[in-house]
């Protein structure tokens, strides 16, 4: 059953947070050019990749308390980026994705936050975790091939990814305190121990 809770939880989040950068990437294309957009975004997805197998080495010298909550705690601080973009005026929103600097910013955002989350599912059960990486990418793949992504409204998709974020990380910080949880908690987000 966790491998299937895993899947869907390591899709849901890429597929959220891998489309928000899309969203992004095509804002920002129009703005610095095609050919610097997907620059920095290939550099963003090796930083990440590096980032993975750095974190998956390191975690198993982390006592799992302090795993739990300190990803917990890193999900919120982004999950608060989030919710705060959410919230700020659509001009500012459209300024902040005009310079290239600002794009690589958020390029680099992502590939730490996704490749810590990503992490955190696979040390979970790593062969579900990667194949609902690669479903959700392809999935992305797929409909900015066919021009839906474009259609999807920016702020929508930084709420639904702060919503996720926070239910992803709750539970994280529960788990790593020594919280009693109920049992539905560890079906929505099984802890790492």
């Known amino acids: 059953m966790f491998e299937l ?46 980032l993975y197998f750095v974190f998956l080495k390191v975690a198993g010298f982390v006592p799992t308390g302090i795993l ?8 919120l601080f982004f999950s608060g980026t989030m ?32 490749s810590v989350a990503l992490a955190t599912f696979s040390l979970i059960e790593i062969t579900s975790a990667l194949i609902g990486f690669f479903i959700a990418i392809a999935l992305l793949v797929g409909l900015v091939w066919l021009g839906v992504v474009k259609k999807v409204p920016l702020r929508i998709t930084r709420l639904v990814a702060g919503i996720l974020l926070t239910s992803t990380a709750i539970p994280l910080i529960l788990y790593g305190l020594g919280v009693n949880t109920p049992d539905f908690l560890k079906w929505f987000m099984p802890p790492i121990g």
Do not use: P
């Open 83 to 114: 919710f705060k973009e959410f919230f700020e005026d659509e001009d500012e929103e459209h300024q902040s994705t005009k310079y290239k600097i600002t794009y690589f910013y958020i390029a680099m955002l992502e590939a730490v936050e996704n």
């Open 68 to 75: 739990e909550v300190s990803l917990g705690v890193g999900l």
């Open 5 to 50: 809770i895993v899947f869907f939880t390591s899709f849901k989040y890429i597929f959220i947070e891998g489309g928000e950068q899309v969203l992004v990437g095509i804002g920002t294309a129009s703005k610095i050019g095609l050919r610097q957009t997907v620059k920095i975004t290939i550099l963003g997805l090796i930083v990440g990749v590096i």
